[in-house]
């Protein structure tokens, strides 16, 4: 079993280069089944769940800008390749225009491959979130915490976007918490 999830929520976690993870509550390492009956949900179980669920909602609300910017990179790029093909006719004996029409196509495979890089890095984060957000939500189905998230994304200002988080909880102590968190991008 996987303690470090359970862990890594709760409050009683020691980390230690000599012990590794041990519970400040028994001094030992963690040993439980399915559950552990001393698991202290408290601020960093609140906090993590609440970084884990912005972050995914902002590579959301970036999808459309990323698909976007990789679309026209993707035309552009094609539009330089044909254009560079079509710039004069291949009986050039110019060697100066020889030189412009290679740069213009080595241009629009430069645009592919920005676009191609970008697409890639903004899936690889995304699916970190994802991922960060599901090992949460596996540890609390296992208590049976349910939750519900609300964003309000306040207006961005000189690049720095506030969000106020506001979670609602079933079957946890805290029915609500409400978060702000300042963010640059």
Known sequence: ??????????ENQ???LENGLTCNLTNKKPDFDNTCSKITLDK????????????????RRNKK?????????????????IGGYLF????????????????????????LGVAYSKLKRFRKKYKKAEWEKSKIDEV????????FTIFDFKE????TQEVIVNLE????????????????Y
């Open 1 to 10: 079993m996987n303690f470090s999830r359970h862990c890594d929520l709760c």
């Open 14 to 16: 020691i980390t230690s």
């Open 44 to 59: 960093r179980f609140q906090e993590k769940l609440e970084i884990a669920n912005l972050e995914l909602e902002i590579k």
């Open 65 to 81: 800008s990323t698909h976007l910017t990789f679309y026209s990179n993707i035309i552009i790029g094609f539009s330089l390749i």
């Open 88 to 111: 004069s006719s291949w009986t050039i004996y110019s060697l100066f225009l020889w030189t412009v029409k290679i740069g213009i196509i080595a241009s629009g495979f430069t645009f």
């Open 140 to 147: 609390l189905k296992k208590y049976g915490i349910e939750y």
């Open 156 to 159: 961005k200002i000189h690049g």
């Open 169 to 184: 909880f079933k079957n946890w102590t805290k029915k609500q918490t409400t978060n702000t968190y300042k963010f640059d």
